[in-house]
C-alpha cells in the first residue's frame, strides 16, 4: 500500500514477487475458493484505492478504477484468475499515482496543493477553495506555487484538468460532453478549446 501511495512500480513489483513466492496463507473467510478469493480481493481493491487516494489520486478516479476491476472479479469462475487480477490492479494504482507527477523538490505547502488538486479534479476547484483547504492565502499559495512550479496555479488546475481528460477519453470511458461536465468545464465548447490548445 505504501509503495501504492508513493507511486513506486519498482517497490512494488518486487514486494508482488516476494508475496507470490512465499508460503503466506490466508484464514478461511468463504465457503468456496472461489468466494474467498473473490472476498480477498474486494478487500484489496478497497486498501488500494484508499492508498491511491492518499497518493493524490482523485476519489472518483480511485473509485472508478475499483469499480471496474470488482466487475471483472465477480463475474469470473476460475479461482486461479483473481489472484494474477490483484497484481495487475495494484499495478494499475500505482502507476496512476505516478503518472500525477509529483516534483520532490519543492516545499510542503505546494505538495499539499497538488494533491489537493489531484484529490479534487472532479470538483469546482479554485485558488480560493484550494486556499481554505490548505489554510493559506489565495496571495501566498499563488506566489510559493508559481515561484516552485514556473506555471501559474490557476494554468495547472487547468492542464491537470485536461491531462485526465486525456487518460477519460484514451479510455473510452465516457463521451466528450460526460467529461466536460465530470471535470466541471463550463460547457462543452470551453471544454474542447481548452483541450486543443493545451493537448
Do not use: W
Amino acid at each position: 500500500m505504501a509503495s501504492i501511495e508513493r507511486g513506486d512500480h519498482d517497490v512494488l513489483l518486487d514486494d508482488l514477487f516476494s508475496v507470490y513466492n512465499s508460503d503466506i496463507s490466508m484464514g478461511t473467510i468463504a465457503p468456496s475458493q472461489l468466494r474467498q478469493n473473490k472476498n480477498i480481493f474486494i478487500s484489496t481493491a478497497a486498501l488500494c484505492s484508499r492508498a491511491a487516494v492518499k497518493g493524490g489520486l482523485s476519489y472518483d478516479k480511485a473509485l472508478s478504477v475499483s469499480d471496474q476491476y470488482i466487475k471483472a472479479a465477480e463475474i469470473t469462475e476460475d479461482a486461479g484468475s483473481i489472484s494474477p487480477m490483484i497484481g495487475k490492479m495494484m499495478i494499475e494504482y500505482c502507476d496512476l499515482v505516478k503518472s500525477l507527477n509529483k516534483p520532490t523538490q519543492c516545499s510542503k505547502q505546494t505538495l499539499s496543493i497538488i494533491t489537493e488538486i489531484n484529490k479534487n479534479l472532479y470538483s469546482p476547484l479554485t485558488i480560493e477553495t484550494i486556499s481554505l483547504a490548505v489554510g493559506r492565502s489565495t496571495s501566498g499559495i499563488s506566489h510559493t506555487f508559481k515561484a516552485e512550479m514556473g506555471i501559474p496555479l490557476k494554468s495547472y488546475i487547468i492542464q491537470q484538468k485536461i491531462k485526465e481528460a486525456c487518460r477519460m477519453l484514451d479510455r473510452k470511458e465516457s463521451s466528450i460532453l460526460t467529461v466536460s461536465e465530470l471535470l466541471q468545464f463550463s460547457s462543452q465548447s470551453h471544454f474542447q478549446t481548452t483541450f486543443k490548445r493545451i493537448c
